[in-house]
């Protein structure tokens, strides 16, 4: 693993060490990918709900995968995932580590990845489980990937909405619609489950009878062809499922 030589308090890596566990191993702890918007949106529920999962997450042992924004509904989760102890880790783009240079917080880790696609598929393969807040076209397309995932039987991970202040109501109207006019299967419409309190969502994501569906582990090889920030080198996160 080599790190940024210009982060002082948390780490940037492009490899990520927890995932080479082993499933069930004692000690490891289960991860959530938090899929959700860099904007604070029009109601000041939103960035406070964040902030409840990012303290529910840490309450219960699960860490936090996310997509390394320090702002809006994004930067709240996290910063309260770290405020209550979780192990919290952010996934980016070559191209926005370059534009926006991020330093991680302390207790953080920042992993940094070749493109959008990688940053998805690394997010997935880092996962038991991803929660969706709101959030604008890149978290309905984090969202419809992971679910059509699902439907393809590629994976068995809980898919699970926050439904803060109704937002997902249109949402979940249109793929109602979608069930109605033949074009998906009901049992597609109801593996994406909705949770209007973060305890709900929690508990459909981590209940207390067991464990989530362990994660794959990451195979990280060197590409290359890829560009990457200065002094690191870029990992082959082609997803495997």
Partial sequence: MRDQPDTTNGRT??????????????GSARQVAVFCGARPGARDEYVKFAAELGAGLAARGLGLVYGAGSVGIMGSVAASARAGGARVLG????????????????GEELVVVRSMHDRKALMYRLADGFAVLPGGLGTLDELI????????GLHAKPVVLLDVAGFFQPLLAALDHAVAEGFAAAADRDAIGVARTVEQALDLLAPTTGPLTPTASVTASPAASATTPTGSTAWDTTPVI
């Fill in 91 to 106: 996934v980016i783009p070559t191209s926005l580590f370059e534009r926006e240079r991020p330093v991680p917080p302390a």
């Fill in 13 to 26: 890596t492009n490899e990520h060490a927890p995932d080479r566990r082993s499933a069930g191993s004692a």
């Fill in 145 to 152: 990937e992971v679910a059509t995932w699902n439907q393809l």
